[in-house]
């Protein structure tokens, strides 16, 4: 009896072996090679073959990108018969390599399967134009400035910039001129024609000697020793990281004050004579003020200050030197000095200095 109950249960995990639904694909990948964007959007099919012996359906297929859209039917798909997934793909405003997903849901064993598509779009030159619009020789860029914005001292800070390859040869682009407190990889170091590419760099705050605003550039180049180069200015705000102070250690802070929120000097000649005016620095805080930095980016006008470390209660002037004959062509002075301060209620200062040019 017992030989009998093990006999008929293998014949019957043997039937319900032989009547599962399978699916097999006969492709997963597609590779669109180069093609103009121009072209519109692109269709490439694959192919599920239903190896069982039971009708399978697909359920539902579902692209990663808005630009992919696959098309499909929900109809059964008998033992032996074979269905179609399309995929399309959409290149308008993407120039470059692509790669792209569609997760397809079955009714069957597997129940999941994932398709591929990928290319490299070239770029029609209206799409260049808006998408990279600093041209150098065959090489493109998205801009000539990378903005950091504020970078707290021991801390790093990662931007990139984007670069595309719009000649039908390939590109190794270098870079050089490379700020000591930088760091900067090109991926990929070479690049296929269509291609794009991005400039990764990373910025140490601890290895800045500065203060406040702090500008720089480094030189691209379209491949290494080429005269087709640009100059990217880079830019960022170094401050103080006031984050792990306590409540007790903020209430024995510095505090910086100023007599003046701006120098107004009326009227002046863009023949005369330098004018020198000075404002006054007070620290009313409990704590030596130490003043970071304090600086002008008007070339008019220049600012020095004799003590950078103010003593609670104590007061130090700033002079203020403005040169007329630098603002020739110019009808007004409206410059900032700005002064970086270990006070971390406010670590920047902002004086200005004002006139009607006649």
Known sequence: MRIKIASLLLLGATAFTTASAQGVWLEQKHDFGAFDESLGTVYCDFHLVNTGNEPIAIINARANCGC?????????IAPGDTATVRVGFDPTGRPGRFMKYVNVDLDSKPSRASLTIQGTVIGTSNTLKSRFPVTVGPMKLR??????????KGHTSGQFLEGYNASADT????????????KVLVEPATVPPGDRFVISTILNSDKVDGWGVVTDSMTVAAAPGSSERITVETVAIISEDFSGLS??????????????TA???ERISPTGPEIRRSFTITNKGKSP????????????????????EIKPGKSVKAEVTVNP????????????????????????TMIRVVAEVK
């Open 247 to 260: 409540a007790e250690e903020r209430g024995k802070a510095p505090v910086i004050d100023t007599d003046v």
């Open 171 to 182: 590109l190794r682009p270098s870079v050089t001129g490379v700020p000591d407190y930088m």
């Open 263 to 265: 120098l107004d000097l």
């Open 289 to 308: 003020l130490i003043i970071r930095r304090i600086s002008c980016p008007d070339k008019a006008v220049s600012v020095s200050l004799k003590n950078t």
């Open 325 to 348: 004959s630098l603002l020739a062509g110019s009808k007004l002075l409206n410059a900032r000095i700005n002064i970086v301060a270990n006070d971390p209620d406010h670590p920047s």
């Open 68 to 76: 992919t859209r696959p098309e499909y039917s929900r109809a059964p």
């Open 143 to 152: 801009a000539k400035i990378i903005p950091y914005g504020e970078v707290l």
